[in-house]
């Protein structure tokens, strides 16, 4: 059964704090995503990553960076966490040039910034 | 850039047929997907279509899609509870990427 999981389910931090979302795929997959999902705006899309050490900015990457130091495992790191980053955010793993093409989710982190 | 949107809301009675819409931007997609969403969790692939087909169908889902108007719904026949969830469509036009739509989260009423 393939898994995607995530550090934390719930996680609620500081203004200012730095903030450090883990996920872990076990499908040996080489490319990896954050979104995070807001009602009414869907899933937009942070970071991605094609291969270790490599990322790619999405489509609102301000206020955010990642880090791919193994295949298995793609970080999402909020350096000083604002209230706009209250969200839930969602990491994402698949298999390049792999047609139909299908991401496989974690459960998400639900992240309060108060 | 690409655009996808999706009405917010659909309320339906069990037992009722559910039809969720989806425009898309980008016609160089081969394939649209729909995605659904259960309460509390991430989102799994449900089904998708390749472009040059007009209609799919899977026991209780038909997907179809409007080349022409950029068109992608989906209808779930007989809606049960357990149908709750929000419905995202995505396309993915050539790229190891998916881009998503808003949602609609369908609430079935007993």
């Known amino acids: 059964d393939v898994k995607v999981t995530q550090s934390s389910r719930y996680l609620v931090k500081r203004t200012g704090e730095k903030v450090f979302l883990e996920c872990v795929q076990d499908?040996?997959?080489?490319?990896m995503f954050w979104y995070r999902q807001d009602p009414g705006l869907g899933l937009r899309l942070i970071y991605f990553?094609?291969?270790?050490?490599?990322?790619e900015k999405g489509d609102i990457p301000e206020g955010y960076s990642v880090s791919r130091e193994k295949k298995e495992r793609f970080s999402l790191i909020l350096e000083s966490a604002s209230t706009n980053q209250t969200s839930m955010y969602l990491c994402a793993s698949t298999r390049t040039n792999r047609t139909p093409y299908e991401q496989y989710f974690g459960p998400g982190t639900r992240l309060t910034v108060t | 850039g690409e655009d996808v949107e999706q009405s917010l809301f659909l309320s339906v009675r069990e037992g009722d047929s559910s039809v969720i819409n989806c425009t898309y931007t980008d016609s160089s997609s081969t394939y649209l997907y729909w995605y659904k969403q259960e309460p509390g969790a991430g989102l799994q692939l449900l089904t998708y279509?390749?472009?040059?087909?007009d209609m799919k169908q899977d026991q209780r889902l038909t997907v179809l899609l409007n080349k022409k108007d950029k068109h992608l719904s989906l209808r779930i026949a007989d809606t049960q509870t357990g149908d709750s969830a929000i419905y995202f469509c995505a396309e993915n036009p050539g790229a190891n990427n998916l881009f998503f739509g808003t949602g609609t989260r369908l609430t079935v009423i007993p």
């Open positions: 279509i390749f472009s040059n087909m």
């Open positions: 990553s094609y291969d270790v050490k490599m990322k």
């Open positions: 499908m040996d997959h080489e490319n």
